[in-house]
C-alpha cells in the first residue's frame, strides 16, 4: 500500500470497520471444528512485565486458553514470567522447553509454531517485524502500543493491518484507554454532539521516572540498553512514542481519528542523568493544528517529584468533556452528564473482547488507529527533536530509520550511541 497516495482523512473511515469473519485464516479454523469449546493456544512474543501482564489477562479471559509458546531475549525474563503465569493457572501453561524460544529471531520460531493468537509485547521497534511475520503466518493478535519508532517502518505496518483486515485476523492494541467502560461512554457522548462541534482538544500526561535496571558485571552496553529500552530512542522512540502516545492517542479518539495539517513541538531533558538514562527527553509540548481553526495540544514529563496528571479536556461549542483519569469523568453544558457507573479493568477488557470475538467468529481490527496513533507520535517526536512546524507530507517522506531490523540484530553489534537531540541543531532527515 503506497500511504503517500492516501487521502489524509479517508484512510481510516476506509479501514476502521469491524469485519465479520465469514472466512477465517486458515490457522484458526480449528477453532472451530464443532461446537464444543476448542482449545485457544497462544504464544507470548517478550516476556517482561507488560508481556507477563498481557499473558495473564489472556488466561483469565477464557477458561480454554493455553499458553503453549515463549520468545525472548533473556532466558531470566522467560523464568520470571512463566513463574508467574504458573501461578495464576498451572494448567494453563503448557509451555514445553521445545517451544522457549531465545534470541532476536526467536519470534520467527514461534509464529512456526501451532499458536492460534500471539501476544507482541516486546519493545516497540521489533514490533513491524512481529506483526508482519504474525499476519503472514494468519494469526490472531494482541499488539502493544506503540507498533513502530520510525515512518519507514510504520509504513509496514499499515500494509500488515491493511493485510490483517482481508485475512479476517483479529488485531486489538495496547491502547487500553479505548477498552476503559468510562472513557467509552464520554467518548460515545462527544462524537454523537453532546458538546456540539469541537474547538479544541487538550491532553496532559505527568508523571515520575520509569524503573531502572543497574548495570550488572558481565553485560555489554547492547545488554544494558535492552534491560532499559525505554529510556533509548532506537528501542523505545522517546516518552511521547512509548508512554505519552496514550494521550495522544485519546486526543485522535476525539476528534474521529483524523490526521492534522501541521505539528510543532518543543521538549528536552532538565532532570535525567546524562549517563544513566540513555539519550531520550524528559518532558515535551505540542500543538496539533488540523486547519480551519481546530487545533489539538499535548504536554508530557517524566520527572521525579512532580505532580503527576493524566487528563484529556474537549471544548466544544455547547460545553466541554472533562476526563481526569482515573477519578472524574464529566460533561458541562446543555447536555451534563457525569459517568458514577463502576469502572473495569481495561487491560482484561482488551483479553476478553478478543478471545470473545475469535469464538464468535468475528475479527476486531484496532489496527487503523493503532497505526495512525503511532505516526501522531513519531511526528511530534520529529517536530520536538528539529524545532520543525512539520507538515503530514514531510512527516511521511522522512527516511530516518532508528535502528536495524530483528532481523540484522546480533549482540556484537553497536549499542545505541545517538546523542541527545538539539533542536535547532538536529536535522529532519
Given amino acids: 500500500m503506497n500511504l503517500e497516495n492516501l487521502n489524509r482523512r479517508s484512510f481510516l473511515k476506509k479501514t476502521n470497520t469491524v469485519v465479520l469473519g465469514t472466512a477465517l485464516a486458515a490457522s484458526s479454523l480449528n477453532l472451530y471444528a464443532n461446537s464444543a469449546p476448542k482449545k485457544i493456544k497462544i504464544g507470548l512474543v517478550g516476556c517482561g512485565g507488560r508481556g507477563t501482564g498481557a499473558a495473564s489477562q489472556a488466561l483469565r479471559a477464557d477458561p480454554n486458553v493455553v499458553i503453549t509458546a515463549v520468545a525472548d531475549i533473556f532466558q531470566d525474563q522467560v523464568d520470571l514470567c512463566l513463574d508467574s503465569l504458573r501461578q495464576i493457572s498451572n494448567d494453563q501453561v503448557k509451555v514445553d522447553s521445545k517451544n522457549i524460544f531465545l534470541g532476536f529471531l526467536g519470534f520467527q520460531k514461534l509464529m512456526n509454531t501451532d499458536v492460534d493468537v500471539v501476544l507482541l509485547c516486546s519493545p516497540p521497534n521489533f514490533r513491524p517485524d512481529h506483526l508482519e511475520e504474525a499476519v503472514k503466518k494468519g494469526k490472531h493478535i494482541f499488539c502493544?502500543?506503540?507498533?513502530?519508532?520510525?515512518?519507514?517502518?510504520?509504513?509496514?505496518?499499515?500494509?500488515?493491518?491493511?493485510i490483517?483486515?482481508?485475512?479476517?485476523?483479529?488485531?486489538?492494541?495496547?491502547?487500553?484507554?479505548?477498552?476503559?467502560?468510562?472513557?467509552?461512554e464520554i467518548f460515545q457522548r462527544i462524537k454523537q454532539g453532546d458538546i456540539g462541534d469541537i474547538q479544541s482538544v487538550s491532553t496532559f500526561r505527568f508523571g515520575g521516572e520509569l524503573s531502572h535496571k543497574e548495570r550488572q558485571s558481565g553485560w555489554s552496553d547492547l545488554e544494558y540498553q535492552l534491560r532499559n529500552w525505554f529510556y533509548f530512542q532506537r528501542y523505545s522512540g522517546d516518552l511521547i512514542v512509548e508512554q505519552a502516545i496514550h494521550s495522544v492517542d485519546m486526543?485522535?479518539?476525539?476528534?474521529?481519528?483524523?490526521v492534522p495539517k501541521t505539528i510543532i513541538a518543543t521538549g528536552g531533558r532538565q532532570s535525567r542523568e546524562l549517563d544513566k538514562f540513555g539519550n531520550v527527553y524528559d518532558h515535551m509540548s505540542i500543538e496539533f493544528d488540523y486547519g480551519n481553526g481546530l487545533k489539538a495540544f499535548h504536554s508530557c514529563r517524566q520527572q521525579n517529584g512532580t505532580d503527576s496528571r493524566n487528563s484529556v479536556d474537549v471544548i466544544g461549542k455547547n460545553?466541554?468533556?472533562n476526563l481526569n483519569i482515573p477519578s472524574n469523568?464529566?460533561?458541562?453544558?446543555?447536555?451534563?452528564?457525569?459517568?458514577t457507573g463502576r469502572n473495569n479493568n481495561m487491560y482484561q477488557t482488551q483479553h476478553d473482547e478478543l478471545f470473545a470475538a475469535i469464538r464468535d467468529k468475528k475479527a476486531i481490527n484496532d489496527g487503523p488507529h493503532l497505526a495512525n496513533s503511532t505516526l501522531l507520535a513519531i511526528w511530534s517526536r520529529t517536530a520536538a527533536y528539529t524545532g520543525k512546524a512539520i507538515t503530514y507530507d514531510q512527516i511521511m517522506q522522512s527516511t530516518e530509520v532508528l535502528g536495524p531490523t530483528s532481523l540484522e540484530y546480533d549482540w556484537k553489534m553497536q549499542?545505541?550511541?545517538r546523542g541527545i537531540p538539539q533542536p535547532g541543531k538536529t536535522p529532519f532527515v
Wanted: hydrophobic share 40%; glycine share 6%.
Fill in 144 to 162: 502493544e502500543k506503540p507498533v513502530a519508532v520510525d515512518i519507514p517502518n510504520l509504513k509496514r505496518v499499515f500494509e500488515s493491518v491493511k
Fill in 415 to 417: 549499542a545505541d550511541n
Fill in 329 to 339: 469523568f464529566e460533561i458541562y453544558g446543555d447536555k451534563a452528564w457525569k459517568f
Fill in 319 to 321: 460545553g466541554r468533556a
Fill in 164 to 184: 490483517a483486515k482481508e485475512k479476517n485476523l483479529c488485531l486489538v492494541s495496547g491502547f487500553c484507554f479505548r477498552y476503559a467502560t468510562p472513557n467509552r
Fill in 251 to 258: 486526543m485522535s479518539w476525539a476528534l474521529g481519528d483524523i
